[in-house]
């Protein structure tokens, strides 16, 4: 099992451009997440999903878009990069009732 | 949602035992404690979870009281691999976790 696969590692963007960030897991989990870390912050949760079709907004989800067509993909859009989303973004899964897995992050930085 | 305090840092030595304890006043009756460690650069990694009174595995320990108020992680004899910084985290195990809150977590520096 490969776990969580985050990409790209790290991304460049100019305000105004867009970009998705892609999450996949292959341990058929039915919860995936984004979280965003700042700098010497915990984690809030962007966007997650509990299955297929299901979408729903967590606790900073303004300016991301999400889709969830398969069990296993997850990708987080940005559709007007903003510098106050330059950010270490984080997705994650977990079956229910279980731990949490996460990737491995993508560092995002907006001039 | 039950919210959690945390001390900001930490500082010990190898080889010493840390206890990192964490208040949850307003934990409900079907919540559990839930610990992860976060490295640099990496995601946080589960460590540890328990309901009530103490909990064991290969990495820590994990002390709740009878109140469950409060909880605290125990690490035996660190090492410098252990500095990272850890969240305490409570929470519904029968829901999916978009309720988990990180908070900002607890800073071990670990020396030689």
């Known amino acids: 099992n490969a776990g969580v696969t985050q990409t790209p590692k790290f991304q460049v963007l100019k305000t105004g451009q867009s970009m998705t960030l892609q999450c996949a897991q292959d341990?058929?989990?039915?919860?995936m997440s984004w979280y965003r870390q700042d700098p010497g912050m915990g984690l809030r949760l962007i966007h997650y999903?509990?299955?297929?079709?299901?979408?729903d907004q967590g606790e900073v989800p303004n300016g991301y878009n999400v889709s969830r067509s398969t069990t296993e993909d997850f990708p987080l859009r940005l559709l007007s990069a903003a510098p106050s989303q330059t950010s270490v973004y984080f997705c994650?899964?977990?079956?229910?009732?279980?731990?949490?897995?996460f990737g491995s992050g993508t560092q995002l930085s907006v001039l | 949602l039950a919210k959690t305090t945390q001390p900001i840092s930490m500082d010990s030595y190898e080889g010493q035992e840390v206890n990192i304890t964490c208040s949850h006043n307003?934990?409900?009756?079907?919540?559990?404690i839930t610990w992860y460690q976060q490295f640099p650069s990496q995601g946080p990694r589960f460590i540890i979870q328990?309901?009530?009174t103490k909990v064991t595995n290969e990495v820590a320990s994990l002390f709740i009281p009878a109140d469950r108020k409060s909880s605290t992680l125990s690490l035996p004899r660190v090492s410098l691999s252990d500095t990272a910084v850890y969240y305490c985290?409570?929470?519904?195990?029968?829901?999916?976790?978009?309720?988990?809150?990180f908070g900002p977590g607890t800073r071990l520096s670990v020396l030689p």
């Open positions: 307003n934990i409900a009756t079907n919540d559990y």
């Open positions: 985290l409570v929470g519904d195990r029968g829901n999916y976790g978009q309720n988990f809150v």
């Open positions: 328990g309901y009530k």
């Open positions: 999903s509990v299955g297929a079709g299901i979408t």
């Open positions: 994650a899964s977990r079956r229910r009732g279980e731990k949490l897995f």
């Open positions: 341990m058929n989990h039915e919860y």
